[in-house]
């Protein structure tokens, strides 16, 4: 009873028109109605089913903008929730490291690795752990190797002072080598990441080095492998993250470190390499002769002995991180 009441009020002008049929039909059968009240009857019946063609044309008219909108709708919610989850999958690749897990996700990214680009302060684990591995493991496999660096100018004063009170406030004291962060010692450390990439591409004919010099320092340091992109800090306490190749990231500060790169003053590393020989214990005149031709003039306040120590510092390196 309930189906037939409810359908009895969806479709109660129908059911009237249907009625009055019936009954105008059966009186004028019966010869009860004129012929004018009944044609009047007749125009009645005809405007209540006239009035139920209007509505139902109406309610389908609304109910199929309602079920487009309701497409548009669910349209434009898959292409959010598409987004949302490559954003999520791009997060998700997005790791971020403890100070402990550095070291094993440095060492992970150098594994087979034919590339390797850095932007940082002067380069010192480059030198110490980075370079020597990548060229060793580039030999063993008889492979191209492209290293791409970008360090603070160690002709510049003033960055070099900036960088120095920088990294002696981050230790307060001497750090893993037992040294403190002086101006001498951060344009040292500059000089023989130079020295070291001119060193080793006359060692290995595969490896291609490009270095720049930057008159403004960064915070942050970039090591990006065929594999990963690692940004660490100055400070080994803080977190580091980590992007994995293939992901948006990635190749974004690929292109970063590309143009960052391009903008400041490239060394001709080869040209120099080729120009001066050096030993396998590079001399104080093999090294002067060196910065000559890559036009780098060392201070002159540096002695034959600051000399000494910048070649120890670019061909038997110690890591500053080695506890």
């Known amino acids: 009873?309930?189906?037939?009441a409810g359908w009895l009020r969806g479709n109660v002008d129908g059911v009237v028109a249907l009625l009055l049929a019936v009954c105008i039909a059966i009186l004028g059968a019966v010869d009860v109605l004129g012929t004018g009240a009944t044609n009047n009857a007749i125009l009645l019946v005809l405007a209540v089913l006239a009035t139920t063609l209007l509505r139902d044309r109406t309610t389908a008219n609304t109910v199929e903008h309602d079920v487009r909108e309701l497409k548009a709708g669910q349209s434009e919610l898959r292409h959010e929730l598409?987004?949302?989850r490559d954003a999520l999958e791009q997060m998700s690749m997005i790791r971020i490291l403890a100070t402990q897990e550095v070291g094993p996700a440095l060492a992970e990214a150098r594994r087979d690795t034919d590339r390797w680009y850095f932007k940082g302060g002067t380069g010192t684990y480059i030198r110490a752990v980075t370079l020597p591995e990548c060229v060793a493991m580039a030999r063993r496999e008889k492979r191209e190797l492209t290293v791409r660096l970008e360090i603070i100018d160690p002709t510049n004063e003033v960055v070099c002072g900036n960088y120095a009170r920088f990294r002696h406030s981050l230790s307060h004291g001497p750090d893993g080598i037992g040294e403190l962060w002086t101006l001498d010692r951060t344009r040292k450390e500059s000089f023989a990441t130079v020295l070291a990439a001119c060193w080793y591409r006359q060692r290995y004919e595969l490896l291609n080095v490009e270095v720049g010099?930057?008159?403004?320092?960064?915070?942050?340091?970039?090591?990006?492998?065929?594999?990963?992109?690692i940004v660490t800090q100055e400070d080994s306490r803080t977190p580091a993250m980590l992007i994995e190749r293939g992901k948006v990231f990635y190749d974004r500060f690929r292109t970063e470190l590309h143009t960052s790169l391009e903008q400041v003053r490239r060394l001709p590393i080869t040209k120099a390499a080729l120009a001066v020989p050096l030993s396998n214990e590079p001399t104080i005149d093999q090294v002067h002769r060196l910065f000559d031709e890559l036009e780098l003039p060392i201070p002159n306040s540096f002695t034959d002995r600051d000399m000494a120590d910048i070649v120890r510092r670019a061909i038997r390196p110690r890591n500053p991180y080695q506890t």
């Open 213 to 229: 010099l930057s008159t403004v320092m960064s915070t942050f340091r970039w090591d990006l492998s065929s594999k990963h992109l």
């Open 82 to 84: 598409a987004g949302a």
């Open 1 to 4: 009873m309930a189906r037939i």
